[in-house]
Each structure stands twice: as C-alpha cells, then as structure tokens.
C-alpha cells in the first residue's frame, strides 16, 4: 500500500541511546502490513499522480478491495494501463492490459507495496540505529548495508513505530537513482493496523510521485464475484515468507566497439520472469538506450541463472526488473 510527501537530502544521524534495529523493522511491518490478518473488511482508494520535469501531471488510480488474506482484489490503473490481481491464500491471480509489466509501474509498485524495503535480503546487514529530530518530530533510522555501501536508510517515529522515510543514498561512482526518497505521512489506524495516507517520492530533488489515499470504506455486504479469477488471467505463487531470488551466474554484457565509438551510453531495463529453474523467460526491454546497447545488454541477461525464489522448499516462478548501466569512462 501507498502514501507520503518526501523531500530529499542527506540525513544527519545523531549518534544517542542505542536502540535494537532488529525491533524497529519488525514492529514496522507488524503495524503497517496492511494487507494481512487483524485488517477489517475495507475497500480503500488511493489517488495516483505522476509528476513529469516538463510540468505536465497523469493521473491513476490504486484500489483494494479486503475481506482477508485469502480472499482480496487489488486494482492498479494508470494511463491506458490497467492491471487486477484477485489474491487467495496460495498467491494471486493477474490479469493486465500488457504481457510485461511497464517501467512506470514497477516504480509504482516499489513505492506501494513499501512492506518489501522492510525485509533484509541475502548480503544485507543492518546497521546500529540512531535518533535524530525532524520538524520536532523524534526518529529513530538505521542503515541497511550491503559490502559496497549503504543501501538504504529507513527512518521510523519513535512514537508510533510506524516507517516514516526511506532514502537510498547514492555516492559519485554510483549509477543514478531513479528513487531518492520516499517518505510517509498521515498515518492512520485500520483495525490494528497503521496506513499511511500520503506518499511523496522523489528522483534526486525533484517530486515524482504523489499518492493520496482519497476512501477508505467498510465492507458490509459480500460480493463473491469480486474475487472469482479473471478471464485469462495467469497464476503467480505467492507466501507470507516469500525468499527471494538470488542471482547465482550474472554475466557482464560486452560493451559493443561500435557503441564505444560513438559515445553511446545509458541504461537498459528488462522485464522478465524468473523460472523455478532459475533461467529467466519472458525477456523484454521496457526502457532502452541505444539498439546497440540494447541487444549487448540482452544477450548477457539471457545467460544468467537464479537461486529460484521459494515458499519453503518449494521453488516458484516470479515476475522481475532489473537494470544493466553503460557508463564511458
């Protein structure tokens, strides 16, 4: 789920009373994993708007239709883009306007579904938590680490315990950000839950997302054919404790002579799926550079190979983006 204002900027952590990480992160998704046991039945709607460098604004729309964590529909629609997942206790039914999922749309799902910058992955560590003051307000941050740097900082009120930033830091060498910060605002309480009912997310300085949410309304009389599957739509298996995929075999693309020549550079994102055998299918760019560099950058990504995502033991298939740089030095 979605919501906030955020401003950019380094944070200034203090160094004060120690406070245990671990607890920060777990009581974080305890009160804010919205969409799971202890959420009544609720219908809520949260306004989209992106916000581009030329001035202009394109509107959508996010909406979640709860009865519990087996039964759930949530609805994704932005421009002519248009994507419904019916949810049951094994994973989600997806039926959307494309065969791929759109770059603008894996950057709304990054910035909805927030629980996920909450669970430390394989080579992540967390750092020492510290407090600071922001407009009066008391926080407690901690670093998330991974061997070439800070990841991410995740800030959270010491009153509520509730998460209310996320920056990711980018230091000289690094490629760019396409999200700086993203920070949470107007938490309120559903059943024994907290939502936050803004959400602002920038790139560098710049405001890029802003997301409202405009209803929140109690369910009072099923309607079963809300979450019967949709037509044509494609199983993807889902659990509470989902391990991600972890790339085993990555194999560098080969910056092409003729692109090196002529000063071409860039950044080539793919959408793809990861198979239950760790090969990837589905491959397709959704934001491209050059041809040159686009087909170099796809020839290395078919070649590699993925500890499969799982639900225990059992290996799943789940959909991916990633994103390959060409840099001239």
């Known amino acids: 789920m979605l919501l906030a204002a955020l401003t950019s900027g380094a944070l200034c952590l203090g160094a004060e009373e120690k406070t245990n990480p671990e607890s920060l992160l ?35 729309q996010y909406v979640v239709t709860w009865i519990s964590p087996s039964r759930w529909r949530d609805e994704l629609e932005f421009s002519d883009y248009k994507r419904v997942r019916v949810h049951d206790s094994k994973g989600f039914w997806q039926q959307s306007t494309l065969a791929y999922t759109p770059e ?22 967390l750092g020492e938590a510290k407090t600071r003051d922001k407009n009066g307000v008391q926080q407690k941050c901690a670093e998330v680490k991974r061997p070439v740097g800070t990841e991410r900082v995740l800030c959270f009120d010491e009153a509520s315990g509730g998460l209310l930033s996320v920056e990711y830091p980018r230091s000289a060498n690094q490629n760019p950000l396409e999200i700086s910060r993203v920070e949470f605002s107007s938490l309120n309480k559903l059943g024994d839950k907290l939502i936050p009912y803004q959400v602002h997310a920038f790139r560098d300085r710049a405001l890029f997302v802003v997301a409202e949410v405009k209803e929140v309304a109690p369910i009072t009389e099923d309607n079963p054919g809300l979450f019967a599957p949709p037509t044509n739509a494609e199983f993807w298996p889902t659990c509470d404790d989902i391990q991600s995929a972890v790339l085993v075999r990555p194999v560098q693309p080969i910056y092409p002579p003729g692109a090196r020549s002529n000063h071409e550079a860039g950044t080539v994102m793919f959408y793809g799926v990861i198979e239950a055998d760790g090969t990837i299918s589905h491959l397709r760019v959704i ?43």
């Open 287 to 329: 934001q491209g550079a050059t041809p040159s560099l686009d087909s170099a950058a796809a020839d290395a990504v078919r070649q590699w190979r993925y500890k499969p995502a799982s639900c225990g033991s059992t290996p799943i298939r789940v959909q991916y983006s990633v994103r390959l740089y060409f840099r001239l030095h």
């Open 26 to 60: 777990a009581q974080a998704r305890k009160l804010q994993n919205v969409w799971s046991d202890g959420t009544p039945a609720v219908k809520v709607r949260t306004e989209i708007k992106i916000l581009y460098p030329d001035g202009k604004a394109a509107p959508g």
């Open 104 to 125: 603008i749309i894996v950057e709304l799902d990054s910035i909805l579904d927030f629980i996920r910058v909450l669970k430390i992955q394989p080579k992540e560590a």
